[in-house]
């Protein structure tokens, strides 16, 4: 039997996605609240957040993310199969936060935001346990989560800098803003290290990698010595992620 016809999620799933991404697009077209999320994200003035140009990220997330939703019409996989059973309604309520942490951002509802956010990270997070539960998946399967879990951990930190900044500690609670960053790039090598290390996923981190060099350009004239620190951050997470490529053979553990 079609891998399509045995599981009732793949229709669901595909519809998701087609809504969520049409939701971003309208997001920043309209846009919501006549601000683009770039503009609010001046506004705020978060140290952590990256670059511009890092945002990109997020075409590869949802190209990635659609390779996901039409592979198994195409492609019958049986231990694919296996964990888009694992997965079941998980990735609709995926959808539904990542939306609604869309309109909450653009209405400017910044401590909602920073729950629907810590939601959507451990929604991920189940995501991509239940994956990595069935041995032998395609690397189609884990490979958008990996990216966009490791996203979402960046946007969680940047969240958190949201939530404090509108409380009114722009300029740090015992440290300065500049060296909370600092300290967070710190926690965030750890993370990749140590993600990188208990999983055996070498595309996590790489995402931390891509946001520590965008938060090196973009305080590069205001704050050189942070800039200096996001790109020494990146290059150690680098140099380990290299190393873990080199140990596994790959960018996973048994890749399917």
Do not use: C
């Not at 969240?159 to 909370?180: K, R």
């Amino acid at each position: 039997m079609p891998l399509k016809n045995k599981h009732p999620y793949l229709w669901i799933n595909a519809l998701a996605l087609i809504v969520v991404i049409t939701v971003n697009a309208l997001s920043n077209i309209l846009p919501f609240n006549n601000l683009s999320t770039g503009e609010i994200s001046d506004q705020l003035n978060v140290l952590f957040t990256p670059a511009g140009y890092v945002f990109s990220i997020w075409s590869v997330i949802y190209l990635f993310l659609v390779v996901w939703a039409i592979r198994p019409f195409i492609v019958s996989h049986k231990q694919d199969l296996l964990a888009y059973e694992k997965i079941g309604p998980a990735f609709v309520v995926n959808a539904v936060l990542n939306s609604m942490w869309l309109v909450l951002f653009h209405y400017e509802f910044f401590i909602l935001t920073l729950f629907v956010m810590v939601s959507l990270l451990i929604n991920l997070i189940v995501i991509y346990k239940r994956i990595r539960s069935v041995n032998e998946t395609s690397i189609w399967m884990k490979l958008p989560f990996s990216i966009y879990l490791g996203w979402i951990s960046v946007a969680t930190i940047v969240n958190v800098g949201i939530f404090f900044n509108t409380l009114g500690f722009e300029e740090g609670l015992w440290l300065s803003a500049e060296g909370w960053t600092m300290t967070l790039l710190g926690i965030a090598v750890l993370l990749g290290i140590w993600f990188t290390s208990y999983n055996r996923d070498a595309v996590y981190p790489l995402v931390f990698v891509w946001a520590f060099i965008g938060i090196g350009v973009e305080r590069s004239h205001e704050f050189p010595v942070l800039s200096t620190s996001a790109y020494i951050a990146a290059g150690v997470l680098a140099i380990y992620v290299l190393s873990q490529i080199y140990l596994l053979k790959g960018f996973y553990k048994n890749n399917g």
